[in-house]
């Protein structure tokens, strides 16, 4: 199984709109995502801006909240996204 | 590269590329003379002002007064995102946006700080419904 990473920030609106989906994929497809905040913890935000070769070319260039990322084959997603486009990349990765 | 520049009539401080023609504050003309960074600190200093979370959200109402776009009217919305411009200031020095990390770069980290240059970008430009990264500025609805 994939390491799957969202990347969210606790007074990000797109985050919070994101989590019932990122809950309802948990439970109906078995996948487990890592939540990790990046503003308030330095050490998830050093692991966020690790990959920024990665993320940023993906999301115009910069490090966006919410971020999905896999940590195997390097699929991003950022922003706010439909539950089919969520559950498709966490699909593919898994 | 930008520079400062002051006003020798009034002690305007200016910070770009060039001076101004006219002076903005006291209307002179070709007043300005280039000065270093160390000079315009002393003159700067002189004025003590505070920016807190309240004069914040008044000083981006303001800044909204004559642009096409708005503070988002959704409220709560717009309280979680000054939670998190003020938690950033208080805790990274300035008032980067809330939805977006800060590289560790300071100059490309400047282009972060609330209200960035949002009209640049794409959840921004061209859009009817356009709003800045975060969403704090939402363009003006007729």
Redesign the interface.
């Known amino acids: 199984m994939s390491r799957l990473i969202m ?1 969210y ?8 709109a994101m989590m019932p989906f990122v809950e309802r994929l948990e439970n109906e497809e078995k996948v487990v995502l890592e939540k990790l905040e ?3 913890s330095d050490k998830n ?1 050093d692991l ?2 690790s990959f ?1 070769p990665i993320i940023a070319p993906k999301c ?1 260039g ?4 919410p971020t999905f990322f896999n940590e195997a084959t390097n699929d991003v997603l950022c922003g706010e996204v439909t539950y089919d486009k969520l559950k498709e990349w966490a699909l593919k990765a898994s | 590269m930008k520079k400062f520049w002051r006003c020798n009539v009034c002690n305007d401080i200016h910070y770009g590329v060039k001076p101004p023609e006219l002076c903005p504050t006291c209307l002179a003309m070709n007043a300005y003379v280039e000065i270093s960074s160390e000079e315009a600190g002393k003159v700067m200093a002189v004025t003590k002002t505070t920016m807190n979370r309240e004069q914040f959200a008044r000083a981006i109402a303001a800044f909204t007064e004559k642009n096409e776009f708005e503070v988002n009217p959704d409220k709560p ?1 717009v309280e ?2 000054l ?3 003020m ?2 200031e208080e ?2 020095g300035l008032k ?1 946006c ?7 770069d300071f100059n490309e980290d400047l282009k ?1 700080v609330c209200p960035c240059n949002f009209g640049i ?2 959840t921004y430009r061209g859009k009817p419904d356009g709003e800045c ?3 704090l500025f939402v363009r003006r609805r007729p």
């Open positions: 990347f920030a606790r007074e990000c609106p797109h985050c919070k990046v503003w308030h935000a966020m801006r920024r115009g910069q490090l966006r909240t | 919305r979680m995102l939670d998190g411009v938690a950033n805790n990274h980067y809330p939805c977006r990390l800060a590289t560790g972060l970008h794409e990264w975060c969403s």
